[in-house]
């Protein structure tokens, strides 16, 4: 088996105008990072993610939580690139079995051939394009009574964020989409063509604290169903703020935060993390190990007060005191993994 989990098998190199890629598709060599590894460590040296992969946050920590041994059954239930389910996998051969579970089928195939490649057997782990909300049935389904160890690492991931397609980024212009799992729901473009500008308002104060709500959800409505492209909400968002140079930081902010809070809205980010936490307990076997990563405040808050909650009802025999965080280090050498916090919750012994 090798060290690591390797990167998507060659394709034919786009043309590309000028002497550097620019856009997501012409990042060529980071797409096709096992055959140009020395191109990969590069963008790794500066602190950024190479395009079309994404890099496991806090994987020692976590692993030193969920200890998993030889022979027990872990639920991965945020699989994106694989990155944390390769190292639980790792631990828990031989005898072992992985339940992955994510939301996004497009990713969730390439993981599954990087896994494979990477000498994974096929009978170690299976996948489920699947809500984690749904995580007892999943369970039931593959007949499980309970998990050694869990991991949720929340939101989205850097292949969601890069890739314009996919409408999570405003950095490119790129149809308003985001949705994590496209077949389903509405996009944010549907969403933003039909909401009412109460309901928009609210939606950006809660998911994302913005001052600027009433004047940003104004704008928005003013331009009803013409919001077609990411950079055309970036624009109109714009618009409701007072001039400012383009890239004024603050701007930049406020922007980030509108599209965090639609995308939590899009894909009920909320609603399904509250209902995959209350299920949390039942699903892991007696001194059953979880931990959950989360982004923002919105989701923490939500995993210290479940596991405060399931510890007070003798559910879990401990809880993480506080959050944990990415050492300095970590932080220094991928800047995403900066606003992470780690919690975890131990299920009650029998
Ligand atoms: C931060 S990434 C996980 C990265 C992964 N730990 C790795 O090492 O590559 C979060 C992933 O969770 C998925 N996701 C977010 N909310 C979900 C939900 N409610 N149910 C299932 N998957 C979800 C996203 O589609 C994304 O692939």
New binding site residues.
């Given amino acids: 088996m090798s060290d690591e989990l390797p990167h998507e098998p060659h394709k034919r190199r786009p043309r590309y105008r000028g002497t550097h890629p620019r856009k997501f598709s012409e990042k060529y060599k980071e797409l096709q990072g096992s055959r140009y590894r020395d191109d990969v460590e590069k963008v790794l040296a500066r602190g950024m993610t190479p395009a079309g992969s ?4 806090c ?1 020692a920590e976590i692993l030193g939580i969920l200890a998993p041994q030889a022979g027990e059954l872990a639920v ?11 190292k639980l996998l790792e631990n828990i051969l031989p005898g072992g079995r992985l339940v992955g ?4 089928g497009i ?2 195939a390439r ?1 599954r051939t990087r896994l494979l490649a990477a000498g994974i057997p096929a009978t170690a782990f299976v996948l489920r394009q ?4 749904a995580l007892p049935s999943i369970l039931a389904g593959e007949g499980i009574a309970g998990a050694d160890c869990f ?10 964020i890069d890739n314009p397609e996919r409408g999570f980024t405003f950095k490119h212009d790129g149809p308003l989409e985001m949705r ?2 496209p077949e389903r729901g509405l996009s944010a473009s549907d969403l933003l063509a039909t909401i009412s500008e109460v309901r928009l308002r609210e939606i950006l104060v809660a998911n994302a604290d913005e001052s600027s709500a009433a004047a940003i959800s104004r704008a928005l409505c003013s331009r009803r169903g013409k919001l077609r492209t990411t950079l055309a909400l970036a624009d109109a968002i714009r618009s409701a703020l007072p001039s400012c140079p383009k890239g004024d930081p603050e701007i930049v902010k406020t922007i980030r935060r509108c599209f965090q809070a639609l995308r939590i809205e899009v ?3 909320f609603s ?2 509250e209902t ?1 936490l209350s299920s949390l307990p039942s699903c892991l076997r007696p001194g059953g190990r979880a931990a959950v ?1 989360s ?1 923002h405040s919105g989701e923490d808050r939500r995993v210290e007060a479940a596991f405060r909650d399931g510890f007070e009802k003798g559910m879990y025999s401990s809880i993480a005191e506080s959050f944990i965080r990415p050492s300095r280090e970590e932080q220094y050498n991928n800047p995403r993994s900066s606003s992470a916090k780690l919690r975890w919750a131990i299920r009650r012994d029998g």
């Fill in positions: 994404h890099r496991p946050v994987v991965d239930a945020t699989l994106g690139n694989g990155g944390h389910a390769f579970i994510d939301l996004d990713e969730m993981t699947s809500n984690f909300s991991l949720a690492d929340l939101g989205v991931s850097s292949m969601q994590m799992d894909n009920g980010e399904a993390l995959m990563l982004f």
